[in-house]
């Protein structure tokens, strides 16, 4: 059914429910499960440096997080953090569940209302639309 999972996981506070989502889907099919976690950064003026709201340690203690609440559930479970461009965190997931070959991409909507989800875009709503796999998203 589900063998490769893909989570991606924010600081929002609906991580514990997406986690829980991917948990009984890799149980089901004692499936394995990668989280993924992207830094969006932004360019800052002529230079191109990019910058984050996040630190790497923040980044990192979510990932771990994620992925020891997994283990302990039994799950074979990876941790990966990586930095986007902002506005490209969508096409990073899809990219990346195409390399891990996963079968589903577990997700949390923070659940704007419809203007604001079509002024300002939502990547639940961007990797739906991309994906070539399914998408499960949690709200």
């Not at 039994?74 to 390399?99: C, K, L, M, N, P």
Request: aromatic letters at 2%.
């Amino acid at each position: 059914m589900y063998e490769k999972i893909l989570v991606a996981v924010d600081h929002s506070e609906i991580t514990p429910r997406v986690l829980e989502a991917a948990r009984g889907l890799a149980a089901l099919s004692n499936g394995e499960v990668w989280v993924i976690h992207l830094r969006e950064r932004e360019t800052v003026g002529r230079t191109g440096l990019l910058t984050s709201r996040e630190s790497e340690g923040e980044s990192e203690a979510d990932v771990t997080g994620a992925v020891e609440t997994l283990a302990k559930a039994g799950i074979t479970t990876h941790g990966v953090v990586r930095d986007v461009v902002f506005g490209q965190a969508a096409r990073e997931i899809v990219s990346e569940a195409q390399e891990r070959g996963a079968d589903v991409i577990v997700m949390g909507s923070r659940g704007r209302g419809d203007l604001a989800g079509l002024v300002l875009g939502s990547t639940a709503h961007k990797v739906i639309h991309l994906a070539d796999r399914q998408v499960m998203v949690v709200r």
